[in-house]
């Protein structure tokens, strides 16, 4: 976020616009949290994750009081247009105060990558490397020690994230919410990794499945003497949204920021940036909040054959 912040303000200010950074997200608008952005305030951030700015939940924001609280701040401050940046929640929130008469132009950022319009969100390639680094190391004890080992990931509703780093990280079996799965199926590919005489077995689990971690884990216990492999858990948590950017992810934000910025002073709004099949586009915010992207099943039933 970050890199686009910096992209979006140097290239607004270099075109004659006014920046204004709005602290803490929906809930720093409703309560008023400004700063003017010049130049220098957004030097030395491209390197840093997450943003500077911060981010907070604000459950009052989607309600008509704290709507017409928003729009309020907006007027007081003489502010016409405004940059979000955020997930489905985030944009969704934008697409409101653009329907209210506010411009208003979006920036995707959210590591489910489940957002309509664009091939990638902003986030999603700095936690895969860093879900993937994770398998690796974990990979390294499984095999030296002949283990199995349940990795959890990030993903509350969508299965992204873990078929991403399943695939690429060579998993036995990836396990997300969009496709149903028992314990007693999961035992089954342990016990037949075992059986096959491979050294471990990894099976990465998005957070938000219904046969989760916790689920599998106490199937298993009163059966650890049938899986052939001693069965250990790893769960990653928000260390997959810490750390410094990918060179892919800070690209992508400068190219977000600086389209954003172009948008508005192209006389745009109601859009978000996008980037389909490698070009920086819009896509209109009304479809966006209307559609959802969903992973691509093709590479589950990919992996599976992999994994054999």
């Known amino acids: 976020m970050n890199a686009a912040i910096r992209a979006l303000t140097r290239t607004a200010i270099s075109h004659h616009m006014e920046v204004i950074g709005v602290h803490n997200g929906y ?127 990030m993903g509350r509703d969508s299965g992204y994230l873990a078929l991403q780093a399943g695939l690429a990280g060579g998993a036995e079996a990836i396990i997300i919410p969009e496709v149903p799965i028992t314990p007693e199926q999961v035992v089954d590919i342990v016990r037949d990794a075992y059986q096959r005489r491979k050294k471990h077995a990894i099976i990465v689990v998005a957070e938000g499945a219904q046969c989760n971690v916790e689920r599998i884990m106490a199937y298993v216990n009163e059966r650890q003497a049938d899986l052939g492999f001693l069965l250990r858990t790893t769960i990653l948590g928000h260390v997959q949204r810490g750390g410094a950017p990918t060179a892919f992810d800070r690209l992508l934000g400068t190219r977000f920021g600086y389209a954003a910025a172009m948008a508005l002073k192209n006389g745009q709004s109601g859009v978000m940036v996008a980037q389909q099949q490698g070009t920086i586009t819009t896509a209109s915010l009304e479809y966006v909040t209307s559609h959802h992207s969903n992973v691509n099943l093709e590479l589950l039933e990919m992996a599976r054959v992999l994994a054999r």
Do not use: Y
């Open 27 to 153: 809930a720093g608008l409703l309560e008023g949290e400004f700063q003017t952005l010049r130049r220098r305030d957004v030097g030395g951030i491209l390197q840093h994750g997450g943003t500077f700015l911060g981010s907070a939940r604000c459950e009052i924001f989607p309600t008509k009081e704290g709507q017409k609280k928003a729009l309020q701040q907006l007027q007081n401050h003489a502010i016409q247009s405004l940059v979000v940046i955020g997930g489905n929640g985030s944009l969704a929130g934008g697409w409101s105060l653009q329907q209210q008469g506010i411009r208003v132009v979006g920036i995707p950022a959210t590591i489910d990558n489940d957002v309509a319009g664009t091939d990638m969100t902003l986030g999603v390639d700095t936690t895969l490397n860093i879900a993937l680094e994770a398998i690796d190391r974990i990979r390294t004890t499984a095999s030296s020690h002949k283990r199995g080992f349940l990795v959890e990931v």
